[in-house]
């Protein structure tokens, strides 16, 4: 009789025991329930710095009078820039840069017009984009007193930097989060479910690029936020 009762004691403990474990097990599951979401922010800023470089090349046969003509055209350079507006701070000359192509053994370097070619470099650092833009459509006037400018190959792009990002940062962090909600939560809505609290997060490297080739000194700043949140019923 005693194992009787021991038996049926056994089996109610059993038989509990396993619903409590199959509500266990069926909310571990509704935990594993999830919906990972991207939310974007965007925006167009200006440049708050430019980095202009202006090099010219010269010829001659005279060394001593190359020096002379790369000086004569640096101060032009110099003074043109300061009536424009730029302050002596603002501008940098480097040290010329020489060949001589009969030393460095050029090919016909007997029948070559100019023994000498030199180049020199000017840059101006200023937080004025507007001013440098506008004397770069300026600078043709340099051009006809006989300054012989070099393109602006991929070294000597003019750089516009934008470097105020951390004042930014944090309006742009929220409006992604606020995004990725949106997301989440018509999700949640369309599959008839709740959206819960956040499990797992990830913010996003910000980029900073070019509006478009035409216009650098616009940055377009954007950064993605991904975010995964639990769902229940």
């Known amino acids: 009789m005693n194992a009787l009762f021991l038996g049926i004691f056994i089996c109610i403990g059993l038989i509990a025991l396993g619903y409590q474990l199959s ?36 010829a001659g046969n005279d060394l001593n009078q190359l020096f002379s003509n790369i000086q004569q055209k640096n101060a032009l350079i110099v003074a043109f820039l300061k009536n424009n507006g730029f302050k002596t701070e603002e501008i940098s000359v480097a040290p010329p840069g020489i060949l001589d192509k009969q030393a460095e053994g050029f090919s016909g370097s007997e029948n070559i017009k100019f023994r000498y070619s030199g180049n020199s470099t000017l840059t101006v650092y200023s937080k004025n984009v507007d001013n440098v833009r506008q004397a770069m459509d300026k600078l043709v006037e340099l051009g006809k007193q006989g300054i012989a400018f070099a393109r602006q190959g991929y070294q000597m792009q003019t750089e516009f930097i934008f470097t105020k990002l951390n004042e ?6 929220e409006e992604a989060t606020k995004n990725a909600r949106e ?49 229940s019923d």
Request: glycine share 4%; no cysteine; aromatic share 8%.
């Open 168 to 173: 930014i940062k944090p309006e742009m962090v």
């Open 183 to 231: 997301v989440a939560e018509k999700f949640a809505r369309d599959s008839n479910s709740k959206l819960g609290k956040i499990k797992k997060a990830r913010q996003g490297q910000f980029s900073i690029n070019n509006r478009d080739k035409n216009t650098p000194y616009i940055k377009n700043v954007r950064v993605v936020s991904t975010i995964e949140y639990y769902l």
């Open 23 to 58: 509500k266990g097990l069926v909310h571990i599951k509704s935990l594993d329930r999830t919906v990972t979401v991207k939310g974007l922010s965007e925006r167009e800023v200006p440049a708050d710095i430019a980095i202009w470089p202006i090099t010219f090349h010269e």
